[in-house]
């Protein structure tokens, strides 16, 4: 049996002392190793953090720790060529020197038992830095795409061409849903934290059969991005190690906001505990497709449809909030297209957004929309006249809807625009952003948007997207309309309705349970409600139903689906089966942070979750052999006073 859970992170066993439990986690109430001076060998700093020793080779960035008597490299040099570095500077606890050939301050200390390295740049470049998963025992990578993978580093399958991970530039704003990645190492993890993840990317490379992951920086003054800084942090070997360290990182910068503070500032939050998701086509908009719902026996929903020309009613919107739901539009300020020819009605602005308010690159040409529609509206030219924004709000929650959907605007797709009347750069563009859901959210709305980062949780409430590893592979099947589905008919699009099977490699990148680890959930779970993305319906991938309920379960997070009154009527008594079983674990876990994830078989198609402090303890098999009296395909939930678990059996 493996056993791997959750033991807060960088503090080993080795140098626990004593730990006082707090409301947002654990923290080191002794031996402050914050305060020990940098030692000095020549070209190398020496700096003690909780577990061991760093030790950063000045002349080449290369960083490793020495640990039990072990020395394990936690960075081969750096990619660029830096120069030869200049003296070696110690100022209390901290070591500065520099690489005048590049123009390039480092600092380096410790911080909560972390080392932090900074570097700041006097002039434009990139360097391509820490180099990651070079020590011989490096066993897993993991890193936050979509939910969370944990890849065996000499894995063939990920080392392959099949996934669209090896080779790809990953933004750690968008291309990853959290700021960090860690490797095993043997007993032991490592986790890498980029708190200037703005121009920062990752790209995992394989070299002789082996994961590496090559961090990068673009040192950009027009960006605002002339200082990178990375923590390096010595864990334990849980797959979410590295998870667990990114949240203490974020609770202690006072970046985390839980979603019982979001429920005591706005109680219609609660309403999503317990609560399926679903976006509702034709006549399922109607007020009797509510009623029907509510007399399956279904508690609560979340419903949300296109910002198309067939709104809800206000009679259905009411029929909603009556039965204890939520329901409100899907809506998108980032697509502009000529109102003349416009595809949909949220691309339609008054006045001269288009093309004025489009964002301009360098060369003044207008960055085109999703898909090639239109262009991608400034955020500078809407916060500049925010009654445009505003306005489209009070039109498409004039019905009453008590929850709103952004499209786009927490994805951390940032942009510079260089258009004279309205330039912005990326940093900009995410405050622009924030400043703006937060706008809706201080209207009393319950509010999400697609793919949420970290950085925009504070202001949300849920989030459709972030539930998936998506694979690059997945948007060329999307392009294939035939095997996908195209956008009509229009009141049951088949993009949303038409079954697929998708190929195994897919299948194996996106669903494998043996790969998929609850990274975002142990960062966010007490934070927002993570969903999956609104174009892969529980019933879209007919032969995923059975682990992706299993995974609803075991992360404690809703199914989402695409709704008409056929759907209902076909399968309404199994999503009400469904949300009965969830609904009383969401509604006792939903606020509670998931403490404990492991594997309960080496093939890991057993796996164990824990939320608060024993609230809820869910077990689900995903393979074919039963597990100590759990058959293959179930899982069982015990909630804190429960003599007997819970069983879901999805595919029964």
């Known amino acids: 049996m493996t056993r791997m859970g959750i033991r807060r992170s960088h503090r080993p066993l080795a140098v626990l002392a ?305 039965a204890g739901y939520l329901a409100g539009p899907y809506d998108s300020w980032d697509n502009a297209q000529d109102p003349g020819t416009a595809d949909n009605p949220v691309s339609r602005w008054p006045g001269a957004i288009w093309p004025q308010g489009c964002v301009h690159g360098a060369d003044g040409t207008p960055e085109k929309g999703f898909g090639g529609r239109g262009c991608y509206v400034s955020s500078q030219a809407l916060k500049q006249d925010p009654t445009l924004y505003q306005d489209r709000y009070a039109q498409l929650s004039g019905n009453g809807a008590n929850t709103y959907f952004l499209d786009v605007d927490a994805a951390g797709d940032f942009f510079d625009d260089y258009t004279a009347a309205h330039a912005m750069n990326q940093r900009q563009d995410r405050a622009n952003r924030l400043e703006r859901m937060k706008w809706v959210d201080d209207r009393g709305q319950v509010l999400g948007s697609e793919a949420a980062g970290a950085w925009a949780a504070p202001v949300l409430a849920f989030n459709h997207g972030a539930q998936n590893p998506i694979s690059d592979e997945l948007w060329k099947l999307q392009r294939d309309r035939e095997v996908w589905g195209a956008y009509y008919p229009e009141a049951a699009p088949k993009v949303f309705f038409q079954p697929v099977d998708l190929p195994e490699p897919l299948v194996r990148a996106m669903f494998d349970p043996a790969y998929r680890v609850p990274l975002y959930e142990t960062v966010l779970h007490d934070s927002l409600v993570n969903v999956d993305r609104w174009e892969l319906s529980y019933y879209k991938l007919p032969r995923q139903r059975t682990m992706r309920a299993l995974t609803a379960i075991l992360n404690n997070t809703p199914l989402n689906f695409a709704l008409d009154r056929a759907t209902l009527t076909e399968h309404g008594p199994e999503i009400a089966r469904l949300q009965q079983f969830f609904a009383p674990l969401h509604e006792v876990a939903g606020t509670e942070a998931m403490t404990d994830f492991r594997w309960l078989t080496g093939d890991h198609q057993v796996q164990r979750t824990v939320f608060g402090d024993g609230a809820l303890t869910v077990t689900a098999n995903f393979g074919g052999a039963p597990y100590q009296g759990l058959p293959g395909g179930c899982a069982d939930a015990r909630l804190k006073g429960d003599k007997t678990p819970r069983r879901l059996c999805p595919a029964q």
């Open 18 to 322: 004593l730990l006082s439990l707090t409301a947002t986690g654990i923290t080191a109430c002794t031996h402050d190793i914050s305060a020990a001076k940098p030692q000095l060998n020549g070209n190398r700093v020496a700096i003690a953090i909780s577990g061991g020793t760093a030790e950063v080779d000045t002349a080449s960035l290369a960083v490793d720790a020495i640990s039990g008597g072990q020395r394990l490299e936690l960075s081969a040099p750096a990619a660029d060529r830096l120069g030869p570095p200049g003296d070696i500077e110690v100022e209390g606890t901290t070591a500065r020197w520099s690489y005048p050939d590049r123009e390039l301050t480092a600092t380096a200390f410790a911080t909560d038992g972390r080392l932090r390295i900074e570097l700041h740049s006097d002039r434009d470049g990139q360097l391509v830095w820490p180099i990651t998963g070079g020590d011989k025992s490096a066993t897993a990578l993991q890193i936050p795409r979509g939910e969370g993978l944990s890849l065996p580093v000499r894995d063939a399958f990920w080392n392959g061409p099949d996934t669209g991970l090896v080779g790809t530039d990953l933004p750690l704003t968008s291309a990853l849903t959290m700021p960090f990645w860690g490797y095993t190492l043997g007993g032991r993890g490592v986790s890498y934290v980029v708190p200037t993840d703005i121009g920062s990317s990752l790209t995992v490379r394989s070299q002789d059969g082996s994961l590496r992951a090559h961090a990068a920086h673009d040192f950009d003054d027009r960006a605002g991005a002339r200082d990178y800084a990375v923590t390096f942090a010595l864990t334990d070997d849980s797959p979410v190690a590295a998870a667990a360290d990114y949240r203490e990182q974020l609770i202690a910068q006072g970046d985390f906001v839980s979603l019982r503070d979001k429920i005591d500032r706005n109680p219609a939050n609660a309403r999503l505990l317990g609560a399926f998701h679903a976006y509702l086509w034709g006549d399922g908009r109607s007020p009797e497709a509510v009623r029907q719902l509510r007399d399956l026996g279904v508690s609560r929903m979340w419903l949300g449809y296109d910002a198309d020309d067939h709104p809800m009613s206000a009679q259905a919107v009411d029929e909603a909030k009556a």
